[in-house]
Protein backbone atom coordinates (compact mmCIF):
# COMPACT_ATOMS: atom_id res chain seq x y z
CA UNK A 1 0.00 0.00 0.00
CA UNK A 2 1.46 3.13 -0.98
CA UNK A 3 2.20 5.75 1.73
CA UNK A 4 0.25 8.70 0.66
CA UNK A 5 2.62 11.10 2.75
CA UNK A 6 5.38 9.79 0.16
CA UNK A 7 6.92 11.91 -2.66
CA UNK A 8 4.87 12.77 -5.92
CA UNK A 9 6.31 11.11 -9.09
CA UNK A 10 5.86 14.04 -11.54
CA UNK A 11 5.50 13.37 -15.28
CA UNK A 12 5.25 16.45 -18.09
CA UNK A 13 5.33 15.77 -21.91
CA UNK A 14 2.60 18.12 -23.12
CA UNK A 15 4.89 19.92 -25.47
CA UNK A 16 8.52 19.95 -26.68
CA UNK A 17 9.90 18.59 -23.39
CA UNK A 18 9.95 15.20 -21.49
CA UNK A 19 10.48 15.97 -17.89
CA UNK A 20 10.19 13.66 -14.60
CA UNK A 21 10.41 14.55 -10.96
CA UNK A 22 9.90 13.92 -7.56
CA UNK A 23 8.45 16.48 -5.00
CA UNK A 24 8.26 15.52 -1.48
CA UNK A 25 4.79 16.37 0.16
CA UNK A 26 6.58 19.13 1.94
CA UNK A 27 6.99 20.83 -1.59
CA UNK A 28 10.99 20.02 -1.49
CA UNK A 29 12.37 19.23 -5.26
CA UNK A 30 14.16 15.91 -4.40
CA UNK A 31 14.77 15.62 -8.38
CA UNK A 32 13.82 17.29 -11.72
CA UNK A 33 15.13 16.27 -15.08
CA UNK A 34 14.47 17.98 -18.26
CA UNK A 35 15.07 16.71 -21.69
CA UNK A 36 14.76 18.78 -23.91
CA UNK A 37 13.53 18.57 -27.82
CA UNK A 38 14.40 21.70 -29.06
CA UNK A 39 17.42 21.03 -31.13
CA UNK A 40 15.26 18.47 -32.68
CA UNK A 41 12.40 20.95 -33.61
CA UNK A 42 14.57 23.99 -34.79
CA UNK A 43 15.06 23.23 -37.40
CA UNK A 44 11.33 22.80 -38.44
CA UNK A 45 11.24 26.44 -36.66
CA UNK A 46 8.63 25.08 -34.50
CA UNK A 47 7.13 21.90 -32.24
CA UNK A 48 6.41 19.00 -35.37
CA UNK A 49 3.58 16.89 -33.07
CA UNK A 50 4.15 13.65 -34.73
CA UNK A 51 8.27 14.00 -34.19
CA UNK A 52 7.83 15.05 -30.72
CA UNK A 53 5.30 12.08 -29.66
CA UNK A 54 8.08 10.24 -30.71
CA UNK A 55 10.90 11.71 -29.36
CA UNK A 56 8.52 11.65 -26.09
CA UNK A 57 8.35 7.29 -26.44
CA UNK A 58 12.40 7.03 -26.42
CA UNK A 59 12.72 9.25 -23.48
CA UNK A 60 9.70 8.68 -21.05
CA UNK A 61 11.05 5.64 -19.48
CA UNK A 62 15.13 6.70 -18.88
CA UNK A 63 13.71 10.28 -17.92
CA UNK A 64 11.74 8.49 -15.08
CA UNK A 65 14.00 6.36 -14.29
CA UNK A 66 16.64 9.38 -13.91
CA UNK A 67 14.46 11.05 -11.58
CA UNK A 68 13.67 8.38 -9.40
CA UNK A 69 17.52 7.85 -9.10
CA UNK A 70 18.78 11.35 -8.55
CA UNK A 71 15.93 11.51 -5.94
CA UNK A 72 17.23 8.11 -4.02
CA UNK A 73 13.32 7.16 -4.31
CA UNK A 74 12.18 3.34 -5.54
CA UNK A 75 8.84 3.11 -6.86
CA UNK A 76 7.82 1.54 -3.76
CA UNK A 77 8.83 4.68 -1.80
CA UNK A 78 6.16 6.92 -3.33
CA UNK A 79 3.20 8.41 -2.19
CA UNK A 80 1.21 9.04 -5.55
CA UNK A 81 1.68 9.69 -9.81
CA UNK A 82 0.98 13.22 -11.31
CA UNK A 83 0.79 13.17 -15.07
CA UNK A 84 0.14 16.60 -17.26
CA UNK A 85 -3.68 15.59 -18.58
CA UNK A 86 -3.80 18.67 -20.98
CA UNK A 87 -3.68 21.14 -22.39
CA UNK A 88 -1.50 20.19 -24.95
CA UNK A 89 -0.47 18.29 -28.01
CA UNK A 90 -2.62 15.12 -27.73
CA UNK A 91 -0.36 12.58 -28.98
CA UNK A 92 3.04 14.10 -26.82
CA UNK A 93 0.62 14.25 -23.92
CA UNK A 94 -1.02 10.49 -24.54
CA UNK A 95 2.44 9.11 -23.92
CA UNK A 96 2.89 10.83 -20.30
CA UNK A 97 -0.56 9.47 -19.57
CA UNK A 98 0.53 5.88 -20.76
CA UNK A 99 4.10 6.12 -18.82
CA UNK A 100 1.61 7.38 -15.45
CA UNK A 101 -0.89 4.67 -16.16
CA UNK A 102 1.87 1.79 -16.32
CA UNK A 103 3.38 3.25 -13.32
CA UNK A 104 0.67 3.76 -10.97
CA UNK A 105 -1.03 0.43 -12.00
CA UNK A 106 2.27 -1.93 -11.88
CA UNK A 107 3.08 -0.13 -7.94
CA UNK A 108 -0.60 0.36 -6.43
CA UNK A 109 -0.05 3.55 -6.69
CA UNK A 110 -2.79 6.77 -6.97
CA UNK A 111 -2.77 8.78 -9.81
CA UNK A 112 -3.59 12.43 -10.00
CA UNK A 113 -4.34 14.02 -13.55
CA UNK A 114 -3.08 17.55 -13.51
CA UNK A 115 -4.15 20.91 -15.40
CA UNK A 116 -0.73 22.26 -17.23
CA UNK A 117 -1.81 25.73 -16.08
CA UNK A 118 -2.27 24.40 -12.71
CA UNK A 119 1.17 23.05 -12.66
CA UNK A 120 2.84 26.81 -13.69
CA UNK A 121 0.81 28.39 -11.03
CA UNK A 122 2.18 25.33 -8.48
CA UNK A 123 5.66 26.16 -9.10
CA UNK A 124 5.29 28.82 -6.71
CA UNK A 125 4.44 25.98 -4.12
CA UNK A 126 7.75 24.55 -4.54
CA UNK A 127 10.22 24.73 -1.69
CA UNK A 128 12.49 26.72 -0.92
CA UNK A 129 10.32 29.99 -0.96
CA UNK A 130 6.80 28.61 -1.65
CA UNK A 131 4.51 31.47 -2.50
CA UNK A 132 1.15 31.32 -0.44
CA UNK A 133 -2.23 32.30 -2.35
CA UNK A 134 -4.01 34.49 -2.32
CA UNK A 135 -2.68 36.31 -5.37
CA UNK A 136 -2.78 37.71 -9.07
CA UNK A 137 -0.80 35.32 -11.60
CA UNK A 138 0.43 36.41 -14.83
CA UNK A 139 0.94 32.88 -16.67
CA UNK A 140 2.67 33.67 -19.88
CA UNK A 141 4.07 30.98 -21.33
CA UNK A 142 4.11 29.67 -25.34
CA UNK A 143 0.85 28.57 -25.66
CA UNK A 144 -0.61 30.62 -23.09
CA UNK A 145 -0.81 34.22 -21.54
CA UNK A 146 -3.66 34.41 -19.06
CA UNK A 147 -4.20 36.21 -16.03
CA UNK A 148 -5.43 34.35 -13.11
CA UNK A 149 -6.62 35.32 -9.47
CA UNK A 150 -5.51 32.22 -7.44
CA UNK A 151 -7.44 31.97 -3.96
CA UNK A 152 -5.78 28.68 -2.87
CA UNK A 153 -2.85 25.95 -3.83
CA UNK A 154 -5.82 23.89 -5.83
CA UNK A 155 -6.91 26.06 -8.65
CA UNK A 156 -7.35 29.11 -10.22
CA UNK A 157 -9.95 31.10 -11.45
CA UNK A 158 -9.18 32.77 -15.47
CA UNK A 159 -9.87 36.30 -15.21
CA UNK A 160 -7.87 37.68 -18.46
CA UNK A 161 -6.38 35.84 -21.06
CA UNK A 162 -4.97 36.84 -24.92
CA UNK A 163 -7.45 37.44 -27.80
CA UNK A 164 -4.79 36.33 -30.30
CA UNK A 165 -1.46 34.77 -29.88
CA UNK A 166 0.69 34.37 -26.41
CA UNK A 167 3.09 36.28 -25.34
CA UNK A 168 5.94 33.49 -25.22
CA UNK A 169 4.70 32.90 -29.39
CA UNK A 170 5.32 36.96 -29.93
CA UNK A 171 8.70 36.99 -28.54
CA UNK A 172 8.90 33.49 -30.70
CA UNK A 173 7.91 35.46 -33.78
CA UNK A 174 10.01 38.38 -33.16
CA UNK A 175 12.88 36.31 -32.68
CA UNK A 176 12.40 34.59 -35.99
CA UNK A 177 11.68 38.06 -38.04
CA UNK A 178 14.96 39.02 -36.19
CA UNK A 179 17.07 35.87 -37.49
CA UNK A 180 17.03 34.22 -34.28
CA UNK A 181 16.38 30.74 -34.77
CA UNK A 182 13.56 28.82 -32.59
CA UNK A 183 12.43 29.14 -30.07
CA UNK A 184 14.04 32.43 -29.86
CA UNK A 185 12.37 34.17 -26.59
CA UNK A 186 15.61 33.69 -24.39
CA UNK A 187 17.75 34.97 -27.63
CA UNK A 188 15.75 37.76 -28.39
CA UNK A 189 15.97 39.03 -24.33
CA UNK A 190 19.88 38.56 -24.50
CA UNK A 191 20.04 40.92 -28.13
CA UNK A 192 17.90 43.18 -26.42
CA UNK A 193 20.17 44.08 -23.39
CA UNK A 194 22.96 45.48 -26.30
CA UNK A 195 20.22 47.57 -27.88
CA UNK A 196 18.20 51.01 -26.91
CA UNK A 197 14.48 50.10 -25.97
CA UNK A 198 13.44 53.56 -27.37
CA UNK A 199 14.85 53.22 -30.43
CA UNK A 200 11.34 52.52 -31.89
CA UNK A 201 8.50 53.39 -30.49
CA UNK A 202 6.05 49.77 -30.84
CA UNK A 203 2.32 50.05 -30.48
CA UNK A 204 1.10 48.55 -27.36
CA UNK A 205 -2.40 47.47 -27.86
CA UNK A 206 -5.09 47.97 -25.60
CA UNK A 207 -7.96 45.35 -25.94
CA UNK A 208 -11.36 46.12 -23.71
CA UNK A 209 -11.15 44.05 -20.35
CA UNK A 210 -8.34 42.11 -18.89
CA UNK A 211 -7.20 40.78 -21.80
CA UNK A 212 -3.88 40.56 -24.40
CA UNK A 213 -3.56 41.23 -27.69
CA UNK A 214 -0.15 40.89 -29.35
CA UNK A 215 -0.63 40.70 -33.00
CA UNK A 216 -0.53 44.31 -33.81
CA UNK A 217 3.25 44.41 -32.50
CA UNK A 218 3.90 41.56 -33.95
CA UNK A 219 2.69 43.23 -37.32
CA UNK A 220 4.77 46.17 -36.29
CA UNK A 221 8.07 44.50 -36.34
CA UNK A 222 7.74 42.45 -39.60
CA UNK A 223 7.16 45.77 -41.19
CA UNK A 224 9.92 47.54 -39.77
CA UNK A 225 12.38 44.73 -40.61
CA UNK A 226 10.48 44.84 -44.20
CA UNK A 227 11.31 48.92 -43.93
CA UNK A 228 15.32 48.26 -44.13
CA UNK A 229 17.95 46.54 -46.39
CA UNK A 230 20.25 43.74 -44.85
CA UNK A 231 23.16 45.78 -43.73
CA UNK A 232 20.77 48.15 -42.04
CA UNK A 233 18.81 45.46 -40.54
CA UNK A 234 22.10 43.90 -38.96
CA UNK A 235 23.18 47.03 -37.86
CA UNK A 236 19.50 47.60 -35.68
CA UNK A 237 19.07 44.55 -34.36
CA UNK A 238 19.88 45.04 -31.11
CA UNK A 239 17.23 48.09 -31.02
CA UNK A 240 14.56 46.46 -32.67
CA UNK A 241 14.85 43.39 -30.37
CA UNK A 242 14.94 46.00 -27.19
CA UNK A 243 11.83 48.07 -28.58
CA UNK A 244 9.87 44.78 -29.43
CA UNK A 245 10.83 43.36 -25.44
CA UNK A 246 9.36 46.84 -24.03
CA UNK A 247 6.36 46.74 -25.82
CA UNK A 248 5.47 43.05 -24.65
CA UNK A 249 6.66 43.36 -21.28
CA UNK A 250 5.04 47.04 -21.25
CA UNK A 251 1.60 45.34 -22.48
CA UNK A 252 2.08 42.71 -19.89
CA UNK A 253 2.80 44.91 -16.82
CA UNK A 254 0.09 47.05 -17.36
CA UNK A 255 -2.94 44.53 -17.67
CA UNK A 256 -1.37 42.47 -14.53
CA UNK A 257 -1.37 45.67 -12.82
CA UNK A 258 -4.68 46.87 -13.67
CA UNK A 259 -5.89 43.01 -13.21
CA UNK A 260 -4.67 43.63 -9.45
CA UNK A 261 -6.10 46.91 -8.96
CA UNK A 262 -9.57 45.59 -10.28
CA UNK A 263 -9.51 42.25 -7.89
CA UNK A 264 -7.76 44.01 -5.39
CA UNK A 265 -4.96 41.92 -5.07
CA UNK A 266 -2.22 42.73 -2.72
CA UNK A 267 0.32 40.22 -4.76
CA UNK A 268 1.53 39.50 -8.18
CA UNK A 269 3.21 36.56 -9.15
CA UNK A 270 4.28 35.51 -12.53
CA UNK A 271 5.14 32.26 -13.66
CA UNK A 272 5.68 30.41 -17.35
CA UNK A 273 8.35 30.23 -19.73
CA UNK A 274 8.23 34.45 -20.47
CA UNK A 275 8.98 34.54 -16.70
CA UNK A 276 12.05 33.89 -17.53
CA UNK A 277 12.22 37.30 -19.22
CA UNK A 278 14.86 39.25 -17.42
CA UNK A 279 12.99 42.70 -18.39
CA UNK A 280 9.86 41.66 -17.12
CA UNK A 281 11.19 40.37 -14.10
CA UNK A 282 12.93 44.02 -13.50
CA UNK A 283 9.55 45.60 -14.31
CA UNK A 284 8.17 43.66 -11.78
CA UNK A 285 10.40 43.94 -8.61
CA UNK A 286 7.90 43.48 -6.19
CA UNK A 287 6.39 40.15 -7.79
CA UNK A 288 6.61 36.68 -6.91
CA UNK A 289 8.67 35.06 -9.40
CA UNK A 290 8.84 31.50 -9.97
CA UNK A 291 12.70 30.67 -9.81
CA UNK A 292 13.73 30.46 -13.38
CA UNK A 293 14.49 26.83 -13.41
CA UNK A 294 11.25 26.54 -13.19
CA UNK A 295 9.58 28.93 -14.96
CA UNK A 296 9.49 26.65 -18.66
CA UNK A 297 8.19 23.45 -18.54
CA UNK A 298 9.19 21.05 -16.36
CA UNK A 299 7.47 17.86 -14.19
CA UNK A 300 8.62 19.24 -10.49
CA UNK A 301 5.50 22.12 -11.78
CA UNK A 302 3.13 19.02 -12.14
CA UNK A 303 4.39 17.30 -9.07
CA UNK A 304 3.73 19.81 -6.94
CA UNK A 305 0.59 20.49 -8.47
CA UNK A 306 -0.47 17.10 -8.34
CA UNK A 307 -0.11 17.59 -4.32
CA UNK A 308 -3.76 19.39 -4.46
CA UNK A 309 -5.08 17.36 -7.13
CA UNK A 310 -7.67 14.56 -5.93
CA UNK A 311 -6.50 11.18 -7.28
CA UNK A 312 -8.65 9.52 -10.52
CA UNK A 313 -10.40 6.21 -9.33
CA UNK A 314 -10.66 5.32 -12.94
CA UNK A 315 -7.33 6.30 -13.59
CA UNK A 316 -7.18 3.82 -16.49
CA UNK A 317 -9.54 5.51 -18.70
CA UNK A 318 -7.82 8.89 -17.99
CA UNK A 319 -7.56 10.85 -21.49
CA UNK A 320 -5.54 13.64 -22.90
CA UNK A 321 -7.12 16.85 -23.52
CA UNK A 322 -6.03 19.89 -26.45
CA UNK A 323 -6.94 22.81 -25.07
CA UNK A 324 -8.56 24.19 -21.89
CA UNK A 325 -11.90 24.37 -21.15
CA UNK A 326 -13.48 27.96 -22.08
O1 LIG B 1 6.19 27.54 -20.36
P1 LIG B 1 6.95 27.15 -21.58
O2 LIG B 1 8.20 26.35 -21.42
O3 LIG B 1 6.07 26.33 -22.57
C1 LIG B 1 4.71 26.43 -22.74
O4 LIG B 1 3.95 25.89 -21.87
O5 LIG B 1 4.32 27.07 -23.74
O6 LIG B 1 7.24 28.52 -22.35
C2 LIG B 1 8.05 28.57 -23.49
C3 LIG B 1 8.05 29.99 -24.03
C4 LIG B 1 8.67 30.13 -25.41
O7 LIG B 1 7.82 30.90 -26.21
C5 LIG B 1 9.98 30.84 -25.12
O8 LIG B 1 10.46 31.61 -26.20
C6 LIG B 1 9.61 31.71 -23.93
O9 LIG B 1 8.80 30.85 -23.15
N1 LIG B 1 10.79 32.17 -23.19
C7 LIG B 1 11.13 33.48 -23.08
C8 LIG B 1 12.34 33.52 -22.33
N2 LIG B 1 12.68 32.23 -22.00
C9 LIG B 1 11.71 31.43 -22.53
N3 LIG B 1 10.53 34.60 -23.54
C10 LIG B 1 11.11 35.77 -23.26
N4 LIG B 1 12.27 35.90 -22.56
C11 LIG B 1 12.91 34.82 -22.07
N5 LIG B 1 14.05 34.95 -21.38
ZN1 LIG C 1 3.96 25.34 -20.16
Redesign the pocket.
Known sequence: MADASGPVLGIETS?DETSAAVVAADGRVLSNVVASQVDLHARFGGVVPEVASRRHLELVSPVVRAALDDAGVGLGGLGRVAVTQGPGLIGALLVGIAAAKAIAWASGLPLSPVDHLHG?VASLYLEPGAVDPPFLCLLA????TLLLDVRDRGGYRVVGTTIDDAA??A??KGARLLGLGY????A??RLARDGDPEAVAFPVARVPGLDFSFSGVKTALLYAVRRLDAAELERRRADLAASYQRALVRALVERTREAAERLGAERIAVV???A???ELRAALPDAALAPLALC??NAAMIASAGRYTAPDPAYLELDAFASAAA
Open positions: CHSGGHGEFDPGGALDGGVANSTD
